[in-house]
């Protein structure tokens, strides 16, 4: 059902960033959610395309897979912090784009929440 409402909103929604990576955001009754697809795919073909990023990856891989006890050294960390320099992790925008985007998580903001004061117990002040 998930896949299907995605796909339904991508149909009839523009993106509210659409460069360099696209990014769709929307609304949840719990607040928005933020569709970065574009940007994924763009890592994973670059991981896929250059062999020493994919070798990190499946040393990070092989390395979490291996049965051992949490000893609270986590040698993946190292790796994914390889990856992570190798890949970036910030996604850019440019120019108006980034009032666009606060534009569009201000309208798709859930009202801020009323507090009704609670029942006075009796005898209470």
Same mark, same amino acid.
């Given at each position: 059902? *998930? +896949?299907?409402?995605?796909?339904?909103?991508?149909?009839?929604?523009?993106?509210?960033?659409? %460069?360099?990576?696209?990014?769709? #955001?929307?609304?949840?009754?719990? %607040?928005?959610?933020?569709?970065?697809? +574009?940007?994924?795919?763009?890592?994973? #073909?670059? #991981? &896929?395309? *250059?062999? /020493?990023?994919? /070798?990190?990856?499946?040393?990070?891989? /092989?390395?979490?897979?291996?049965?051992? %006890? +949490? /000893? @609270?050294?986590?040698? !993946?960390?190292?790796?994914? !912090?390889?990856?992570?320099?190798?890949? %970036?992790? !910030?996604?850019?925008?440019? @120019?108006?784009?980034?009032?666009?985007?606060?534009?569009?998580?201000? &309208?798709?903001?859930?009202?801020? &929440?009323?507090?009704?004061?609670?029942?006075? !117990?009796? @005898? &209470?002040?």
């Amino acid at each position: 059902m *998930n +896949h299907i409402r995605l796909i339904w909103h991508r149909l009839f929604r523009r993106p509210t960033i659409t %460069g360099p990576y696209r990014l769709y #955001i929307r609304r949840t009754p719990a %607040g928005a959610m933020l569709d970065v697809e +574009h940007y994924l795919d763009a890592v994973l #073909i670059t #991981i &896929a395309d *250059n062999p /020493d990023l994919l /070798d990190l990856l499946l040393q990070m891989a /092989d390395d979490r897979g291996a049965a051992r %006890g +949490h /000893d @609270g050294w986590e040698p !993946e960390q190292l790796l994914a !912090e390889r990856l992570k320099d190798a890949l %970036g992790y !910030e996604l850019p925008l440019l @120019g108006p784009a980034v009032l666009r985007l606060a534009d569009r998580l201000r &309208a798709v903001a859930p009202p801020p &929440a009323v507090v009704v004061p609670g029942q006075r !117990e009796a @005898g &209470a002040a």
